[in-house]
């Protein structure tokens, strides 16, 4: 690979680096910093999407079930390290969190007892979703069904588990969710100063998904996928099972999705099923569609503008926000079909490495992306 192409490769990891790590914090207040650190949140749910939907073609329309299962996993320990008996002595149980003393439960759930150990409860966050997701995955794809069949399907499981969590208040708050979470490990996580922290570490993070997305891209492993994405049936008669690959790709993605449903509990302090339902989960599909689904640093800043334009023009217009969304993504899909990233590689990014080296290819010259962008 010549200076030029590896310059052209590494360049939009570079400036997103730098507006994450510098510019972002030096612009923004500690409650802006914030707001943009619940927004990357929900980027590990993109880059998921990017590797099973933009590169192996499996349109998932229940992300939202990995999120919450992440984000539920480290909710779980922090409110038990809130519950200790002196802080919950004027409960009719002491030691046990609020809602279950609300619902009348009088001992901790058994699967509750394993949060006491952060070691378990990191662990969790990435393998309760993938695990959720292997049961799926591995009854679908080895049934063969696939397409818009494999997104109805995960929509309705969204909808039933979102309904189960919500049934179940005793065990999982209900419809409030796990609410007043305030430390991690004796840490006050309510304070400027450790959501700034927490901001850094959700980027860091972020960065790190980015190069092992990259790795796998460029690897054998993503040259299958993208095989399997466009002749799925060729690949099969080639000798690979087919079903062990989408299996594999969809269940990172769903430990990706955790690991941003715990950064999001983190930074916000709480967790509710109103996060993880339907509709934010096809939120998340727009996220990745908008940015662009064959690129992991495209779906990012998807997640980026499409959270900061919504939160800016829900509060002017409440009753149309919805509808600019629907029409967000129908307009994305059928006139800019690779996302913002496409204009960049068309475009912008041939522009700049003239500009950096001098000569090159003209827009309409230039090859289609490549995986690891």
Not at 108 to 118: A, D, E
Not at 185 to 204: E, K, M, Q, S
Not at 329 to 354: C, M, S
Request: glycine residues 12%; hydrophobic residues 55%; charged residues 15%.
């Amino acid at each position: 690979m010549n200076i030029r192409s590896l310059a052209g490769n590494w360049l939009g990891f570079l400036l997103l680096t730098v507006l994450l790590v510098v510019v972002f914090p030096a612009l923004l207040d500690d409650f802006r910093l914030n707001l943009v650190g619940k927004y990357l949140s929900f980027g590990f749910v993109a880059l998921g999407l990017v590797l099973c939907w933009g590169y192996t073609g499996i349109l998932s329309l229940g992300q939202g079930i990995f999120f919450g299962l992440g984000g539920y996993c480290i909710a779980m320990f922090l409110k038990l390290e809130a519950s200790t008996p002196e802080a919950t002595k004027i409960q009719s149980t002491p030691g046990i969190p609020d809602f279950m003393d609300w619902n009348q439960l009088t001992e901790l759930p058994f699967f509750w007892q394993p949060f006491h150990s952060f070691g378990f409860t990191v662990f969790a966050i990435m393998a309760v979703p993938a695990a959720i997701a292997f049961i799926l995955a591995y009854a679908m794809f080895k049934r063969r069904v696939g397409g818009v069949y494999f997104a109805i399907i995960t929509q309705a499981v969204t909808a039933v588990l979102t309904i189960l969590i919500i049934g179940q208040q005793g065990y999982t708050g209900g419809i409030n969710g796990i609410t007043d979470l305030r430390t991690l490990l004796g840490w006050d996580i309510r304070t400027d100063g450790a959501h700034n922290i927490l901001y850094f570490i959700c980027v860091g993070l972020l960065l790190l998904c980015i190069l092992i997305g990259r790795f796998i891209l460029k690897s054998k492993l993503g040259r299958i996928l993208v095989a399997i994405r466009d002749k799925e049936e060729r690949v099969r008669f080639s000798g690979y099972d087919v079903a062990n690959f989408k299996t594999f790709v969809f269940c990172a993605a769903a430990a990706l999705a955790g690991i941003g449903g715990a950064m999001f509990t983190l930074q916000v302090g709480f967790m509710s099923p109103t996060i993880i339902g339907i509709v934010p989960s096809i939120e998340m599909v727009i996220f990745c569609a908008l940015g662009g689904r064959l690129s992991l640093i495209g779906a990012l800043l998807g997640a980026l503008i499409v959270n900061a334009a919504k939160t800016t023009f829900s509060e002017m217009f409440p009753e149309l926000w919805l509808f600019a969304m629907g029409g967000l993504f129908i307009g994305v899909t059928l006139f800019f079909p690779k996302g913002l990233a496409g204009l960049v590689e068309d475009y912008v990014r041939p522009w700049l490495v003239r500009v950096l080296f001098g000569g090159g290819a003209k827009p309409t010259d230039r090859p289609a992306p490549t995986p690891a962008e």
